[in-house]
């Protein structure tokens, strides 16, 4: 087993329809205003960027994505990642009711220094810390979803 590789899977239900939670997240150097782990979002390019996060852990993940699928009808983001983490992430976003469901995936492994060598003895800390986030950042979302048009430019 490769202990410095974590896969993350999540479901978000939220109260606000489905076009209105994929064009908020479709547009990336908007979360630092909603999902305060997210610290910087700053584009390199029209498809690429550089992101820094930061949750309750003293460090910081910096890495570079790069879009690799953005399928509005599908209702999927995706984005490939080099630098302290390497893999991707993917949203999904899908009609539920009158809201939508929201699931998050996670598929990479830590490139960190620090956080290799403390693999094994700090990953239950690690999960929690991931945990943690999201939960933020959920919050965080349903907040600038309730927010409206002219909260989210929605």
């Given at each position: ?33 909603w999902w305060r782990q ?117």
């Amino acid at each position: 087993m490769d202990w410095s590789r974590y896969r993350f899977r999540t479901t978000w239900r939220l109260g606000a329809g489905r076009d209105a939670v994929y064009a908020v997240l479709e547009r990336p150097d908007e979360y630092p205003s909603w999902w305060r782990q997210v610290r910087e979002v700053r584009r390199t390019g029209e498809t690429t960027g550089t992101l820094r996060f930061r949750s309750v852990l003293p460090y910081d993940l910096v890495v570079d994505a790069r879009e690799s699928r953005r399928d509005e009808a599908a209702g999927v983001l995706e984005v490939t990642m080099t630098g302290d983490l390497e893999g991707w992430v993917r949203w999904t976003v899908t009609a539920d009711g009158g809201g939508t469901r929201l699931l998050f995936e996670e598929d990479v492994v830590v490139r960190k220094p620090l956080m290799r060598r403390l693999a094994v003895p700090c990953r239950p800390f690690f999960r929690a810390n991931h945990a943690l986030m999201m939960r933020q950042g959920r919050r965080g979302l349903r907040d600038r979803l309730a927010a409206g048009p002219a909260g989210n430019g929605v």
